[in-house]
């Protein structure tokens, strides 16, 4: 089959998911994975704008990563910091604008404003939106639409009868975007984990045993080939 020819996904979501277990595979620290694990985010990354993926969501550091070791929770904002560092420019000048899921404020002085910087200069793209889930989870993010929702009728913004979902959806972190078609979750793993549950409503899933460090181009390429096989009906016959 022909990923060329077939009609691409338009929203792809990976849960990053495994790279403990990759090092600890090869009795590594379970940094060396999540340093292997980065390589894998800037391989998947471009393949992405150059298949012409427009929207791209990577769930990064969730509200629950917090329970970590403080060492690996260090590790892996280092490791953002450096992936923004290196490679903003690359982003910028392939059309990537950057998009953060999350409550920033939780994060260290270097590294959100380090993110802000590269949501500032990465403004403009327009051919793909890199949404990175950083101090993430999907309930929240609901929870917080429809906060903001019952402030906007309290002060008389919005009325009651406003409410649908095209509204509801211009109040996630995802707005204008379209819905995910297709989530992907490598490292055997049969779970949502919280992520972009409401844009998922009518996703296809995309399950493999691959380790994240292991989920190569080819692999990523394996995914959206079925799922331009698959018959999607969004209820209807
Ligand atoms: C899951 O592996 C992975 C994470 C919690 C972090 C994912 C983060 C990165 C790949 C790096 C930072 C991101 C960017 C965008 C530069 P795990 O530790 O849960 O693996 P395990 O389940 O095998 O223990």
Known sequence: ???????MPKHVGIIMDGNGRW???????RTYGHKEGVK???DIVRAGYKMGIPYLSLFAFSTENWKRPQKEIDNLMFL????????????????????VMGDLSALN?????????????????????????????????IVLAAKKIAEAVKEGSVGVEEIDSSLFESYLYTKGQPPLDLLIRPSG???VSNFMLYQMAYSEFWFSNVLWP????????????????RDRRFGGL
Request: aromatic share 6%.
């Open 1 to 7: 089959m022909d990923s060329d020819k077939k009609e």
């Open 23 to 29: 090092a600890k595979k090869r009795n590594l620290p």
């Open 40 to 42: 894998r985010v800037l």
């Open 80 to 99: 953002l910091r450096t992936f923004l560092v290196e490679h903003v420019g690359e982003l910028e000048e392939n059309g990537v604008r950057l998009n």
């Open 109 to 141: 002085e270097k590294t959100s404003r380090l993110v802000y910087e590269a949501l500032n200069r990465t403004s403009k793209g327009d051919k793909m939106i890199l949404n990175i889930g950083l101090n993430y989870g999907g309930q929240d993010e």
């Open 189 to 191: 793993e049969l779970r």
């Open 214 to 229: 292991d989920f190569t181009e080819s692999e990523f390429k394996k995914a959206i080939d079925d799922y331009q096989r």
